[in-house]
């Protein structure tokens, strides 16, 4: 399944990747996205850099998820 | 308190005027202009400001000065002989013993007073020689290597014929 | 390709600058003097965090002898970096207006007439601070609540670089073994003998002047008109014989800025040299990692998929540390095809000394884990070191999806090399062992960091009436070599002698830009660029050649020697000094002037070309004291063609004893953010007497895209010796240490807890049997 970046509708086969690729840009837009989601783009960069496990990157997975799935 | 002091540096006098403190180092640098001893760390760790004190080899930043009075004093630039390089310039220049070249003089100097003492060094006995040179480029490998070689020159009393088969 | 062919690359020719540095007449930043010349020295802060209430100058300034005394408020205010277009990571003032970050941030500069002058100056400057909370571990740093070190960086996470291919995740799941572990590398002093120095005159021209010890001057300039407001072209950057930089001496440094600064209020010029003590605190230093890796492999041995996640210690600024936090993520792949790979890198900003690039730039830490990581597998596997590398290491054609193109790799036949040494090595002496490490590095980055529309790199050649050549490059020699190499690549284009060369390097006003020596970039970028300026001016040769040989076609005369002649009947030929005088009368009485550039394209995100290699390293430990003797190192290092053996042989010697000590001797210790091992009684570097034999193991490969097929041979043989040291004594006495440095206290414990396991293991069979 193709799942769309929010921003930049950049496209990969899953919410993960999405989610990768929007702390990876990590630019002005994205981080304004995740952060009006009623999430911090930090907090959830600094879980997945402090935590074992995905939870960072896997909370916004779900995001997009419900995101797409409204859209 | 400033006194005048008399150094004789690679075989010439020189009449300075030196403030009770100065080390001998800062002397050589700044009012002798001779710039190729070095100033790693003014500390006596590192060996860049090896100078030859009567025979034997010492940090000129530990020294003050007034202690070199009277004394005989050869840095790196009394080691050529006008045109003619010491065995161990040739050396250093055939086999790679430097790289930035900012501890060569020193080591240049440890290396001379180890050979004066002892014109035929084990390899054990060279680093030994140079333990108070430190070199950030190259793993001293070379350095070694040029010490042994300039030595073997040095008792041949010519140029080694595998030196020139390099060329 | 016949590479016999060479008149010049290839032989072990003496260095360039040999007669200057062996007389004592080379000139270096720390020993120039000019007229009317100043002494200029920089207080620096005792605190790690600190607002910067008040700063009263006016005691220092009454000290006869005390020219001015400067703060950060006498600045335009702005920050430096690198990343020119990244501004959030220009984050760095130098001389600070209203807050430091670590031990030994800058808060004022004078200039006196006399260095003792100066240095009592200081202490007559009175700071008030307001001491703020500080913090000095990235893992603490990243906690809620903890001090903000730079104004609206939460949580203090400077930057995060992810790189990713194929699909760990689901590749986990077809993996027969996983392996988890955490690692730690510490930090280095760059430690090059010349400490960071500079010279600054600007004059009533409103020019600037700045003699300094740089690794790259174009990157000095530019820095400083970004920092001063002047216009490139009014700075004038001359970097005279430079004692090591090994990546210390490539950020602006508080010395080019402090002595600008101060000639520009002065009008006269202004000497600051850095005392070796703000040499180990105030400048920059390798980043420190933790790691984390997950690798799966099949029962064969086959490596599937890795998982990496890096938390870089940051210190106070940015410098070049995001690309040292990408660089050790995209070397944790190597050198292997992995075909699943992910990687996840966090640079936390700390109140310490920021960390940037070290010789190496990421890659020796992303070795030491990778590679100590890889022998554990091997042995949970029951597979042989060498025979695991072989089976997942690259290959020559080799693409790393959406990152890099790997042409030459000569990887398996320096594998074949060390194997065959090992063998011959035979059964070792006890407590004895030999670990090995495989390792890759690239030629040159392709970063452009610094935003410039110039070529990577640039030279220009320029032929005389008396045949002598005059070649100007901006590339940059802090030791390495590189001007015997360029002066090596441009006389065997122009197929003149060494000596006809004219070595024209270190002058921004003169020489064409370059971005400088790092990432082990200049003998491919620099080299391709003096080549194809030869090759120019030389064609403008040939064509006039041409009246008297007739050739077919111009591509059938050549030059060597001194001759121009048909490259088939050489006998057929003319004098080389004659044609230079009549192109020279055909061309208005110009001289011959070719131009070259070279700047990668097309070779993927990182790198034009990669080196390849594996080292052997047998230590000896003794049991009794914890103590790791090296007792030799054995590398083969694939590095295309060699364009000078003596050069590549120092590199392979310097680089491996530079890690050894890293690995083993070098510890820098803080406390409370001020480095206590600040001199080198206490910070030890190893010394000639730890040195063991080295043996370098040749093998040869052709990289297109090198100059006469070279690649790099400067940063990448740091890399291994780390990993290679761990394995080696874990082979020797079974013990296996991931904390940086590699001390005997750490040896010593681990001996101790792993003879009390197997206490623990002999106690609980001989009660089971009873």
Redesign the interface.
Known sequence: MEVKCPVCNKQRNSSM?IA?HI??T?DKSHRGWVNSQGV?F??L??A???EAGNRGFTTLAEIIERVQETA | MERIIHLNVNSEDYEVIVRPRESLLDVLRNKLNLTGTKKGCNEGDCGACTVIMDGRPVNACLVLAVEAEGQNIMTVEGLAQGPDLHPLQEAFIRYGGFQCGFCTPGMLLSAKALLDENSDPTEDEIRKGISGNLCRCTGYTKIIQSIKEAARTMRSGQVDERMRANE | MNNDKHTVVGKRIPNVDGYEKVTGSAKYTIDMVLPNMLHGKILRSPHPHARIVRIDTRRAEQLPGVKIVLTGKDTLGRKNGIWRSYRELCDEEILCRDKVRYVGDAVATLAATQEDIAEEALSLIDVEYEILPAVFNPLDAMKEGAPEIHDGCERNMNVYRQIEWGDVEEAFEDCDHIREDTFYCSSQAHACLETHCAIASFSHDRKLTLWTSSQSPYYTQVLLSDMLGLREGDIKVLKPHTGGGFGGKLSLDSAQYCTSLLSMKLMRPVKIVLSRAEEFAATKRRTPIHYQLKLGAKRDGTLLAKKVRAITEGGAYTALGGTALYLTGFFSSFPYKYPNFQYDGFRVYTNNEATSACRGFGAPQANFVSESQVDMMAEDLGIDPVEIRRKNGMTPHHEIPDQAVIQSCGLQQCLDAIKKYIRKRGELPPNHGIGVSAYGFMSGGIFNWIDTPYAFSAAMVKINVDGKVDLFTGATDVGQGSNTTLTMICAEELGVHLEDITLHVGDTSVCPVDLGAWGSRQTLMSGNAVKMAAAEAKRQLLEVACYYLKPNIVYDLNIKDHWIHFTERPYRRVSYFDVVKDAIRGKEGNPILGYGHYTPHGKGMVSPAYSFGVQAVEVKVDTETGQVDLVHITTAHECGKVINPIGLEGQVEGASIMAAGWTLTEDMQTRDGKIINDNFRDYKLLLAEDVPKMTLLEVDTYEPEGPYGAKEAGEGLTIPTGAAIANAIYNAVGVRIKDMPITPEKVLRALEKKAAEEKDSEQFVAAASA
């Open positions: 990747k990768r702390f990876g990590g911090s930090t907090d960069l600094i997945q850099a402090m």
